[in-house]
């Protein structure tokens, strides 16, 4: 099951935490690359972060020093750990995998979408 399933999302209040998990399996390879997505109402779909196969970590200016990835020991569940949350991080959150990491950021593989989380920041 390459599709990657996200989960985690909800409502939660500004300056709180929230962690989201993000599902694939299916890689002969080793660990895949995966990255983050976010769409607010109204607006582009958006690259939050990215884990590399090697567990490198890039991220978008927004998050820088918010948000953290990680990865479970088996390399299927990668995590986005979001602090200090704000309004504006509210939107849906898609995770893709298979897709290209670069220092710069990452690639996603037109593919492998998962479903998407909604993430509500509100008082």
């Known amino acids: 099951q390459v599709q990657p399933v996200e989960s985690g999302g909800g409502l939660v209040q500004p300056g709180g935490s929230l962690k989201l998990s993000c599902t694939s399996s299916g890689s002969i390879f080793g660990f895949d690359a995966m990255g983050w997505y976010r769409q607010a109402p109204g607006r582009e779909r958006e690259f939050v972060g990215a884990i590399s196969s090697a567990g490198m970590t890039v991220f978008a200016e927004p998050v820088k020093g918010r948000f953290t990835i990680s990865r479970d020991t088996t390399g299927n569940t990668v995590y986005l750990q979001m602090n200090r949350l704000r309004s504006d991080d509210t939107a849906v959150y898609y995770c893709?995998?298979?897709?290209?990491?670069?220092?710069?950021?990452?690639?996603?593989?037109?593919?492998?979408w998962g479903q998407g989380t909604q993430v509500t920041v509100a008082s």
């Open positions: 893709n995998t298979r897709g290209s990491f670069a220092s710069d950021g990452y690639y996603p593989h037109r593919h492998y």
